[in-house]
């Protein structure tokens, strides 16, 4: 059982929890014990970070991943995973009174200060990533390894996937960033694989809502379709969040013979209501979405037309055998959480900030044996070991097995299929996009 | 000189042609209107046929199937717009909370809706159709028109003496207000209005155009309400005062017309039609938004401008030729340039004719 040291939860607010490093626990198994046996006569304190949005708007989703990586710390420490070395935790928080949320300035400010600290070895995050886009260049001019548990945005680090982004111009460095998140180019080939093999579309017409997200995922979606045979009929039609009547277009869509909708963006720009309003306008073909359609606003906004409407998300990573242990684990260190926080099920992301700490820990270990159970003095050094060790690392964790391919994307790319039935999301299929680009079903 | 709409132009009819006043006022303004009717079926099938060029195998059913979609959103900007005609006809006042009298329409339909089960009774057949509307809008119109005389006696009156300015900031203060208050209420997220069920059968297809019930229902409401108000300025005592009033507010008073009634029942009627738009909206769409009023006010205010503000019979042509503008400029340059293009068209009016479509020259009081 988790027993906090007397005094050690009395200040109230979640950066001052997220910050405690010295809890006990008795109890549980971490994917990363296996004992420090080679560093046995290691000696020091390394700091390893988090860096995520924990306060405003974005109360509701960073503090989860914050949870997860200082729970990978605990338990690392618990278990002499780094032998006689011990991992300090530190918490940082990207959110700002003006944004009330994520900030990409403040995010920008938080790792250049970690960057300078020369205890730092690396940092779980940034959350958004717009956030990302201000700390990459930062992170790699400083080789201060970033591992993100949440940017899908594959601008940040495929070149040519975003027109709003210049990826190359972000590494001013070494490649310091890496994630353990599949991104929307994963996600636009899954899609684009269900529209043409399994909803057989031949002609689709597409939405999106002129966003960073949703206008990225259909221009990358439009690009696979194609190629997949798939035709675009109409001009695809890009349009602002405040839209609320979408007949014009349906209408092109419905005359143009179109045999499939597809929308990118969030539903709080539309994705429900196109389904919506799909009927009225005589269009009784599939509709698919991306991550973003996927959420009960969606079947609120669509009524009683929600019904087969088809999208792809993360994968359910709370129903993932691997990572059973890890909730139970979470809700017993946090049991003295007031609701949600003590519940690691009620953001998806809470696994893949646990995850993302405990590969950060394991590469630490390997660049540690690798020279020969001493901290480098030169942090520098310690911190290009790291990189080198991250590039090659395999690790089964949580929400599955990851490896970084050069980019430094996850190999880990499984989306799930879901479909609206009887007015709710229900889980279809697992699908999971190959290094060369093959799509396949996986349960 | 009075704003052109309240003042009566068309003689009443007599004889046979008062059995049936909107066949014949129907027929009267298509034959007068010929060659602008000819024009506009001649440039519609102008654009068909391009649409057809640029890659569209049906042009033409799409033609006519955006001519649909113009018309039922343009009835909705109509019935707001005249609204906002009216204030402004009458104090000369751009009523900023109009828009969100609107949305606080929309809501107050779903609280008779669920207060009467009428979502059931309407889904029951015909009759309970009917019947449900029968209901919902009389008193949803009845609760909105006092909604928005309780906004003028409480924000505007007491200001009428006051410098322009300072009725107008009251009334985007009101309009914070409401938002504020819908916003707290309901929740920032679209709300369900439940009525998917009421008006689903398709009444018939034309040339491959598929038109439903509900998009018969929302043009014949729009313009149903237009006609009613036309006849109750033109012909009652009270329809009087109001004209008396917009055109000469001091010399109404001399006369012994009492100007707060007036005012207050201009303020009931505009905010009568907002909710008549609110309830065709919440049907034809299905859902509501605290600030949906919001956006559609600031379009249906473009409106009432393009057809010549202060002009009823303007606001109600601003309304459905803005809901042209916005569809076929959708279907033609791109969805993403609609509202572009709604203010594009009144910068170039307004350059050209400063009064509107069907305005004339208002004198500004000194």
Known sequence: MYKPKAGALSVAGIASLAVLSACGTTGGGGPTSGGGGALGSCRGTITVATDLPLTGGDATDGPFPAYGAQLAVTQANDHHTLGGCRLKYVSKDDSSVAQNGHDPAQGAANITALAADSSVIGVVGPFNSSVALTEIPIASQNHLPLISPANTNPGLTQPGTNPAIDTNALYKGVHSYFRVIATDTDQAEILAYVATKELSATKAFLFDDQQTYGKGLRLLFQKFYTQDGGTVVGSPASLPSSTKTFSTQLGEASTDGAKLVFFGGTTGNGCGLVRGQMAAAGLTVPFLGGDGCEDTKFLTDAGANANGAEATSAPDVTKLASAATFYSDYAAAYSNLTAPYNDGKKEPYTAYGYDAMNILIKAIKAALINNHAKVPADIMTFRDDVITQLHSVSYDGAIGHTTFDTNGDTTNTGFTLYQVQSGAWATKETLAVDTSGNVSVKS | ?366
């Open chain 2, 1 to 366: 000189m009075a704003p052109a709409g309240l003042v009566p132009r068309v003689r009443r009819p007599t004889g046979a042609g008062r059995a049936i006043p909107v066949l014949r006022g129907m027929y009267r303004w298509a034959s007068g209107n010929f060659p602008a009717i000819l024009l506009l079926v001649i440039a519609l099938t102008v654009i068909g046929v391009f649409l057809q060029g640029q890659g569209h195998d049906q042009g033409l059913t799409l033609m006519g199937l955006q001519l649909r979609n113009a018309l039922v959103l343009g009835a909705i900007y109509a019935l707001v717009a005249i609204g906002y005609t009216m204030v402004y006809g009458i104090i000369e006042l751009i009523n900023f909370a109009h828009g969100d009298v609107f949305t606080a329409s929309g809501f107050y339909a779903i609280l008779i809706a669920t207060l009467f089960g009428l979502n059931g009774l309407a889904a029951g057949g015909p009759g309970g159709l009917v019947l449900a509307l029968l209901i919902l809008f009389p008193v949803v119109m009845l609760m909105s028109g006092l909604t928005g005389m309780i906004i003028e006696r409480v924000a505007y009156r007491r200001l009428r003496s006051s410098p322009r300015l300072a009725p107008l900031i009251t009334a985007i203060g009101v309009s914070f207000f409401l938002e504020g208050f819908m916003l707290t209420r309901a929740g920032p997220d679209n709300v369900p209005t439940g009525r998917s069920a009421w008006i689903t059968t398709h009444a018939f297809t034309f040339g491959g155009v598929s038109v439903s019930w509900k998009d018969i229902f929302v043009v014949a409401v729009a313009l149903g309400l237009m006609f009613a108000l036309g006849a109750f300025i033109r012909g009652t005592r009270l329809g009087k005062a109001m004209r008396s009033t917009a055109q000469d507010r001091d010399a109404a008073l001399l006369c012994g017309i009492n100007i707060n009634r007036t005012i207050s029942v201009t303020f009931f009627i505009g905010s009568a039609l907002a909710a008549a738009a609110a309830i065709v909206y919440t049907i034809n769409l299905e859902f509501i938004q605290w600030n949906l009023g919001y956006r559609l006010g600031i379009i249906a205010f473009t409106a009432a401008v393009l057809g010549g503000i202060g002009n009823i019979v303007g606001a109600g042509l601003g309304g459905f030729l803005i809901g042209a503008i916005y569809v076929f400029g959708g279907q033609l340059v791109g969805g993403e340039w609609s509202e572009a293009l709604i203010f594009a068209v009144l910068v170039i009016i307004l350059t050209f004719r400063p009064v509107g479509l069907l305005g004339v020259e208002v004198t500004t009081r000194a």
